[in-house]
């Protein structure tokens, strides 16, 4: 996946379909001016007292309708099959690149990203299959119009090109001003919602006073000071229309009239003046939007150059090994003088995400906790172990092998994580639990949630395991969740479970349903990052933590006899 | 049609101000339609001029009509300026409306909903609704108008062509009509693949932790290239109906035009018409042909926003709290020894939870300190919520100075209370009208004695602003204590018989504590003070201790 990738080699590899679509609207445009010249010939022959021939003339008017109308059919074909095939090859690279960027990258970003990606992507669609179809139309058609209306007579081409840009400039202006007061506005309602929020947040004080109405003066005085600024608002905007629409009539105006002066004088036929009438209707809107399209096709290529800053994102190291199934290493996880350190500048959150010569050495079946003070450098760990970050110094193996040169999907097909704050993916129950996995299973996910707790639940739900989670669906408590994000660590049936315990207070259930995934002897080994000592008690091994270092290894007998940092821990917890 | 119900319903909204609103958008439109018509009128003077080959005539036509065309733009603006004032008149009024019936809910509305759910549910239902009155309506009118408009002076120009033109167009309207539906459906389902697609990205996003060690098998990317495969397939669809109908819109187009010109040409030919008539109505047909189209484009979306108007209905027709007495009922204040408050036999439990006071009794006497006790979730605050009536007691009744609540009414019983919620809310203005808002008559010095009076005043003298420090965020620059003691201060302003206080639960600092008892202390006797109390200090500060159980 090496692959340099962006949008305008994509869109270079389709680029054929523009250019034939481009070649077909200046035929177009060839055809109004074919049909423009046919008028002119006859109003001419009319003008002059002499008949014409109106079976000839129909017939030939027929034929640039049929010929433009299918040249109209292939050139919209052409023009949206491009932009079609470029958004759909754009938007796979970007999820497939979305997939292997760098964890740190959504952890820093997350919220903005989701919110721009949505936006750019769907700003990328408008400017491929509205604006650029648009540009390129309006282009050929004032190139084309242009040169008729110049080799019919330079003067009236003269009037054209002085007269639209004193007008676009002008009329550009009056509406920036126009924009400035209306920004001012946004803002004041915003103060007037704040007025509202501070209402409702504040409605117990506002009832025990009773001073509802007192604070209801508060809306109306904000509204009546935002209706005094819309009047004002209004009155420029009402200017501001007049004046543009009478400056948008100029053009017409002076160019008829230039029209009229060269008939007076001989120069050119009325025939062509009505020539003239028809091509400035198929000019003027393309000259006066053009420039319009292009300010709107400079702001949309600010998300294309997203999109592909996105793409080129750093991605996940990733190497070839990808395990064999008589996998008999001794150990399942080892550390050996493993270091950590961030790269980059965040200077300022460097607490607890350092790590110093740490070792562990992790067996098939081990029941392992992970403690310490916040800060320590326990997350950091587990995001090692994950391969969300990669290890500045020491070796970290997992079932022998170097964890550099895993293949990085295949590394974590071995791993299942149950994170601090349970994420629910906003999809059915059953979808959150077999998450990943190729096919849906539902008795395995059936007894995966029977021994996470959360069977009985889920069977009262009136959907049962098609209920969806997440903000249109199902409100369940911090512990439901948590268990069925256990489930679906569960489903995964992975012979390493890495288990971040919720700082905050955990219901009885799911208290339980930890000790006994601890307890439970079975293949699979239990990392758990351990805040409620009382779970970890019967766990095989204690690691210790402390700014960065492991301070203490061994069971919670021996530590609570080494009398040190576990010790007072435990101690602080309130236990004797 | 209960569609239109609503809309007059909403339109009758406006009042007086109604028939000016009409006025304005009939004329704004049938103006800016004129002006067009004038733009043609001007061109038909020019080919005249071209005809006969002399201008001498036509001048001062020429001139009358450039001056008719600014003046009718002059007077659009004009009107389109009434148009949009009485608009955004109507828009802060329905906001005015709702925001105020906001506050007027019985208390177990606000705790069923979050504040913020409240407000962003209804300031996009406000801003949607309100749309009916700033654009929708008006974009449906607009195109009869102009279209009628149009018409009329095409007629006047010549009636034969104008129905040719006329029939040509109504055959263009039924093709877009025609092709309209299925055009629709390929939108709805293209917009509902992009939402889907949109899912997959955001999962990956928002839970990348989760996307990274369990999905090693790419489902997730697998999935979005099969939606993006279904979207580009919907595209094709809409790609074909598109050209389809571009090319029957620029086609007949075209024959409009080219056909109208060589039918030009046989009337001018014949004689039936000058040349500058066929000018003057082609350059009509083209505004008159585009406007045709919008014929009925804009109503769904009219239909849309009168569904967002019913909903505003629906909010403002929600029960309020009554806070009206029962009877007339004149209250003077008991004399002496009598208690200030007495709940008797009073029954209440939160919604299908359990009875929390099941035939409960308890009396406060008045002008002492009462401390209330017992363990958490015992009912301590809900008993102090019951006498503010925010909310209702099954059986049983509540007497304050041996007057049954239900008789006084919440206004007269809240009156009589002032409250110090655990967690006061501090409102966002300046912290004198924080404590203002207990008695707006009260003067600047009154506000300062109730200040000083509940250990406040120094601190707030301390401030950069003083009494002018706005508060903001609900006043996070304050300590807790301080923030307590402004409350105290706004329910001293009050000058209630009863002062209600909820002690906070979380730690103040020594000072703080001190400063807040000390101000309780210097109540003591002239009031009823009646404590839910959590800190020994209060407790044996306490005149009358009192469990709840």
Known sequence: MNQKYSVKSIALKYSWLFVVAGVLSYVLSKLVIKGSELITDAINTIMDGNAIDIGNLAYRTMWIIIVSMILTFVKTLMGESFSIKVQRDCKNITVESLEKIHYGFFEKNAGTVINKLTSDISDMGTLLSEILPDILQYTVSIITISIALIKMNWLIFAGIIVTFPVVIFSSEIIAKRINELAKKRRGKYDE???????????????????????????VTLKADEILKNEYSRNRYQALANGLVQAIKWVPSIICSLIVLFLVLKNVITVGELMAFLVLFGKISSPLSELPFRVIDAREMMISVKRIEALIATPKEASSSYTGNESESAKNLIEMKNVSFTYAGDDKQSDEGRTLKSIDISIKKGERIAIVGPSGAGKSTLFKLLCGFEQVSGGEYYLCGQPFSEWDINAARSLISYVPQDSFLFPETILENVVYGSKDMDLNKAEKACKSAGIYQKICELSDKFDTEVGERGVKLSGG???????????????????????????????????????????????????????????????????????????????????????AALYGKEGHN | MSITKSLIKSLKMMENRLPLYLLAIVMMTALGALFEVTGSVFMKIVFDCAGKGSVTESKTAMIITIVAGVATIALSSVFMCVYNNEA????LKLKILVFEKSMRFPMTYYEKHHSGEILSKLLYDTDM???????????????????????IAMMIINPFMTIVLIVFNMMLFLINTLLSKPMKAVGKRLSEKNMLMTNVLSNMIAGAAISKIYDTNHTGVLKYEKINDEYTAAQRVRMCLGALLETLNGGFDLLCALMFIVIGIIFVGQGLSTIGEVAAIYTLYTSLSWKFLQLGKNFPELVNRIAYAERIFDFLALPEENKEPVSDYAFRQAAGDENAVE????????????KLFSNASYEFPANKLIALTGPSGCGKSTLAK?????YTIESGDVFLFGKSVKQLGLSKVRALIAYVPQEPYMYNVSIMDNIRYARADASEQEVIEAAKLANAHEFILRLENGYDTILVNRGNSLSGGERQRIAIARAILKDAPIILMDEATSALDNESEKMVADAINGLKSKKTVIMIAHRQTTIRMADVVKAIT
């Open chain 1, 192 to 218: 007037l919602a704040d007025i509202a929020l501070d209402n409702i947040e504040g409605i117990e004080v506002a009832k025990a006073y009773g001073i509802e109405e007192v604070l209801g003066k508060r």
């Open chain 1, 480 to 566: 439901e969740r948590q268990r069925i994000s256990i489930a679906r660590a569960l489903y995964k049936n992975a012979p390493l479970i890495l288990l971040d315990e919720p700082t905050s207070s955990l219901d009885e259930e799911t208290e339980k349903i930890i000790s006994k995934t601890l307890s439970e002897s079975d293949e699979r080994a239990v990392i758990i990052i351990a805040h409620r000592l009382s779970t970890i008690k019967n766990v095989d091994r204690i690691y210790c933590l402390n700014q960065g270092e492991i301070v203490e290894v061994g069971s919670h007998e021996e530590l609570i006899k080494q009398n040190g940092l576990y």
């Open chain 2, 88 to 91: 955004k008149r109507m828009t």
């Open chain 2, 129 to 151: 609704a309100s749309n009916i009155f700033s654009a929708r309506l008006r974009r449906v009118m607009a195109p009869i108008i102009s279209v009628t408009v149009f018409a």
């Open chain 2, 343 to 354: 709940y008797r036999n009073i029954v209440f439990g939160y919604q299908d939870k359990e």
């Open chain 2, 386 to 390: 019951l006498l503010l009536g925010f």
